[in-house]
């Protein structure tokens, strides 16, 4: 049986290099990431990156997923709706991956389970 874990390995740091997902508008000093990771028999089979920032001039913080985006005037608030988003995200990808190891003995449960119901409705 595979072992899965999902977690945040790494608090938000500060990162400059993620500046140009905000397409240069982000005040690089302020640019925050971390990333949700997740394992599958301690191999890393995906992450969702997540990351804050504040736009140059603006009070506005802005939150970005691989998927998503929004923003907010409050730092916590921003770094809040990314994990929310992303921890979302994340299960979106897991259920993509278990769903192909899983679909074989789900399918032998469910026609096993058809043939007893069957059984069942001809002793009747």
Same mark, same amino acid.
Do not use: C, S
């Given at each position: 049986?595979?072992?899965?874990?999902?977690?945040?390995?790494?608090?938000?740091?500060?990162?400059?290099?993620?500046? =140009?997902?905000?397409?240069?508008?982000? =005040?690089?000093?302020?640019?925050e990431g971390t990333s949700i990771v997740i394992r599958i =028999?301690?191999?890393?089979?995906?992450?969702v990156e997540l990351t804050v920032a504040r736009f140059h001039?603006?009070?506005? !913080?802005? !939150?970005?997923?691989?998927?998503?985006?929004? !923003?907010?005037?409050?730092? =916590?608030?921003?770094?809040?709706?990314?994990?929310?988003?992303? !921890?979302?995200?994340?299960?979106?990808?897991?259920?993509?991956?278990?769903?192909?190891?899983?679909?074989?003995?789900?399918?032998?449960?469910?026609?096993?389970?058809?043939?007893?119901?069957?059984?069942?409705?001809?002793?009747?």
């Open positions: 049986m595979q072992k899965i874990e999902m977690g945040m390995e790494e608090p938000w740091i500060k990162n400059h290099e993620f500046a =140009d997902i905000f397409g240069g508008r982000a =005040d690089a000093d302020t640019v =028999d301690d191999g890393i089979l995906d992450l001039g603006d009070d506005e !913080w802005v !939150w970005d997923t691989p998927n998503a985006y929004g !923003w907010t005037r409050d730092v =916590d608030a921003a770094k809040t709706a990314a994990m929310k988003r992303g !921890w979302h995200e994340a299960m979106l990808r897991l259920r993509e991956e278990v769903a192909t190891e899983v679909e074989g003995p789900l399918d032998r449960i469910a026609k096993a389970a058809a043939a007893v119901a069957r059984k069942h409705r001809e002793k009747e």
